[in-house]
């Protein structure tokens, strides 16, 4: 009996109960498409979160060494205007310098902790995109003469309206205490909450001067790569350049946005293995059906010679056609909701608020991973040869004699 011939017998076979075999090529186009849609999911979760965290904080920052440990208003980058020079000087990247300081926001309702920066709104856009963030108000427009950006969520904690007045208080270059009066120009909104929580803009020169600092001075500048695949090659040649300052990646600065980045392969087994066990329960339980149902005639074949490696492959076969007349159907099925939902998004706004929490946003727009398609269909194959095993084994255990004689 050759391949051909097997596989026509086993197309036969599979369709001497059509209930059973329908259910269980259900199961497969389910199986293969939750599957891809689950991957999808969390890639497009994780590309957006990743994108957020990386706009908030740049692909690089460079900072006078010892600024993270202890962000103090004096620990500026020596030679300011020096170090902005030599990082607009190397192409594919745009760069912002940031002037930072923590504080307290007072307004007449309460008051906060937050991190203040002082920017170039320009630069700033062209790294952070936070122009395009702006959902209330305008981006330092309104003709304010001592504007101020606040996160939404922040704003509605503290009462905030665009117009309004707050305080930010603190510490100068002296260690002295210094406060300044700042009206709401915008309300600015990102993918993760705990940002919009506790950073707020103001322009750089404004903040500097209230600082002490000179009008050259920053504490740190971000630089966001046109190319990501560049980083480490930009990250080489930007520590050649600037000998004795701190140039770190967005790993090194946000630990747990390269944590989702390297976990997400083991999380996206962990659920596969959910559904491809489901998938294998199912075949398995088919299977073993249908060769329960056809005990006397496996019996009756062994009896007259088919040698137990054929039954294994007819077994096998069986379980194959199934799993072939489901798989693209599964396929297609998974193609198409993809493209759509990653068209017009997913609304996760009930559960946007806890979302906002670890950085990720109340809408997902799910996105296949390269090689994607190939791994979860040779995950299902996979899948349908080891749940086969079972089946065949029970064959093969038959004695001929007693499976002619069974009921």
Request: net charge positive; charged share 20%; hydrophobic share 50%.
């Amino acid at each position: 009996m050759n391949a051909t011939m097997l596989l026509v017998l086993a197309w036969r076979n599979v369709w001497r109960n059509p209930l059973r075999s329908l259910i269980l090529i259900a199961s497969v186009v389910v199986g293969l498409w939750a599957g891809l849609f689950v991957v999808a999911f969390y890639q497009g979760m994780n590309e957006q979160r990743l994108r957020g965290g990386i706009e908030e904080v740049g692909h690089i920052q460079v900072h006078a060494r010892g600024f993270r440990d202890e962000p103090r208003a004096d620990r500026v980058l020596p030679g300011g205007d020096s170090v902005e020079r030599v990082v607009r000087a190397l192409p594919g990247m745009a760069s912002t310098a940031r002037s930072v300081v923590r504080g307290m926001l007072a307004t007449a309702r309460a008051t906060a902790g937050v991190e203040i920066r002082g920017v170039d709104p320009a630069a700033e856009d062209a790294v952070s995109g936070l122009g395009g963030k702006i959902r209330e108000g305008a981006f330092f427009g309104d003709g304010f003469r001592h504007p101020v950006v606040v996160g939404e969520r922040l704003a509605a904690k503290r009462g905030l309206k665009p117009g309004a007045k707050l305080v930010l208080t603190f510490q100068d270059s002296a260690g002295d205490m210094v406060s300044g009066a700042f009206r709401v120009a915008g309300l600015f909104r990102t993918s993760d909450a705990r940002f919009d929580d506790a950073v707020v803009y103001v322009p750089r020169g404004q903040l500097d001067a209230l600082a002490g600092l000179g009008p050259s001075s920053a504490h740190e500048i971000a630089v966001r790569l046109r190319r990501p695949s560049d980083l480490d090659t930009a990250v080489e040649r930007l520590r050649e350049r600037l000998p004795g300052l701190e140039v770190l990646t967005w790993k090194q600065v946000s630990p747990d946005l390269a944590l989702s980045e390297s976990s997400f392969a083991q999380i996206m087994l962990v659920f596969l293995a959910i559904v491809m066990l489901g998938l294998a329960f199912g075949i398995v339980n088919t299977m073993l059906m249908a060769v329960l149902d056809r005990t006397r005639e496996i019996g009756t074949l062994m009896a007259l010679g088919l040698r137990r490696g054929r039954v294994f492959q007819m077994i096998l076969a069986e379980t194959v056609v199934l799993v072939l007349a489901g798989a693209p159907l599964g396929l297609g099925l998974a193609v198409l909701s993809i493209e759509w939902t990653g068209r017009r998004g997913i609304d996760l706004s009930r559960i946007g608020e806890g979302l906002g929490q670890f950085g990720m946003a109340s809408r997902v727009f799910p996105a296949l991973p390269p090689g994607a398609i190939g791994e979860v269909l040779g995950l299902v194959a996979a899948t349908a040869v080891l749940a086969s095993l079972l089946p065949a084994r029970k064959a093969l255990s038959l004695h001929p004699t007693e499976a002619i004689r069974s009921t």
